[in-house]
């Protein structure tokens, strides 16, 4: 799955939607990987629903940050706490947390061998 476009920020409808597809097929690449190169099989969970204007009423990012941190741990990639750190109305918030976010999925990628 094309890394570029998870590090990218969406912000249109069609890019927000894009990007939950893209985001969630790369778990799936890590998790399976993860599998094949450790013989851990690590927790996943749906991700392919990312709403940013329903954060505060779902576990998506409680859900994903349990990803992050599992992969991070089999991996050794020093982790960034994904869980309570988007707030979708503010622009900083929302740039901190996909560079952080995306630089574990290019570093897991990476160390996985997935392109």
Do not use: C
């Amino acid at each position: 799955m094309p890394l570029a476009q998870i590090q990218a920020v969406p912000s249109t409808p069609d890019e927000i939607e894009a990007w939950s597809f893209v985001h969630a097929a790369n778990h799936l690449d890590i998790l399976r990987r993860i599998f094949e190169t450790k013989g851990q099989n690590l927790t996943s969970y749906f991700l392919d629903n990312f709403d940013p204007a329903a954060l505060d009423r779902t576990n998506w990012l409680y859900l994903h940050g349990i990803m992050h941190q599992q992969m991070d741990s089999v991996l050794g990639i020093q982790p960034y706490n994904l869980i309570g750190s988007l707030d979708w109305q503010d622009p900083d918030s929302v740039a901190v947390w996909f560079n952080a976010h995306s630089a574990e999925h290019v570093q897991a990628s990476t160390l996985l061998g997935i392109g």
